[in-house]
C-alpha cells in the first residue's frame, strides 16, 4: 500500500463518518511506516480526511498505543487547529502517551481553551474528558480538572452535565 492510496480512502465516505478509517488502522497497524502519512493526513485541508485520519488514529491506539508516541508533537500541533473531529478524537489520545513537561504545559492550555472557548460541545466534552484523564495521571492538573468539571455541572450543555456527572462518581463497587 502506498501513501496516496492510503489519503484515498481516507477521502471517501461522509467527514461525520467512520468510513473507510478502521480499515486504514489495520493497514497502517500491518504496516507501521505509513503512520506517519495517517498523522499527516490530520492536517489535510480536505477536512474529511482529517476527520478520518483521526478516527484511525484512535484505532490504532487502542491496538497499539507504543507506534503513536514518536508522533506526539505532531499530533498536539494538529489538536491545535481546532478540527472538532481531530480535536474529539485526539483528546482521547494524547492523554494515554507519554508527554513532556512542555507537552503536558501546551495540551493542557489548548484543553482549557476548547473547553471554555470552544464552538463544538463535543471537543468541549471531550476536552474536559481529557482533562480528567491527564489528572488522573498527573496530580498537578488535578485543580484543572476540578474548576472544569465545576464549570459543566453550573454552565455546560446537557451532554457536558451528564459526562461531568459520570467523572465525579466513584467508580462502580469503591465507593
Do not use: C
Not at 497502517?28 to 506517519?36: C, N
Not at 482549557?112 to 471531550?126: C, D, Q
Amino acid at each position: 500500500m502506498q501513501p496516496g492510496e492510503i489519503m484515498a480512502m481516507l477521502a471517501e465516505g461522509r467527514r461525520n463518518a467512520v468510513a473507510n478509517s478502521t480499515a486504514v488502522a489495520k493497514i497502517v497497524l500491518k504496516s507501521p511506516p505509513l503512520l506517519a502519512t495517517l498523522v499527516d493526513a490530520l492536517t489535510s485541508p480536505n477536512k474529511t480526511i482529517g476527520s478520518h485520519a483521526a478516527h484511525a488514529l484512535l484505532t490504532v491506539f487502542k491496538n497499539n498505543p507504543e507506534l503513536l508516541q514518536p508522533f506526539v508533537g505532531q499530533m498536539l500541533k494538529a489538536f491545535a487547529k481546532g478540527q472538532w473531529e481531530t480535536m474529539e478524537q485526539l483528546a482521547k489520545i494524547l492523554p494515554g502517551l507519554a508527554l513532556s513537561q512542555p507537552q503536558q504545559k501546551t495540551f493542557l492550555q489548548r484543553l482549557e481553551a476548547v473547553f471554555y472557548e470552544g464552538n463544538s460541545s463535543i471537543a468541549r466534552t471531550s476536552a474536559m474528558q481529557a482533562l480528567s484523564d491527564l489528572s488522573k495521571q498527573h496530580a498537578a492538573y488535578r485543580n484543572a480538572s476540578v474548576k472544569a468539571l465545576k464549570f459543566a455541572l453550573e454552565q455546560g450543555t446537557k451532554a457536558m452535565q451528564a459526562r461531568a456527572r459520570k467523572l465525579v462518581q466513584p467508580p462502580k463497587g469503591k465507593g
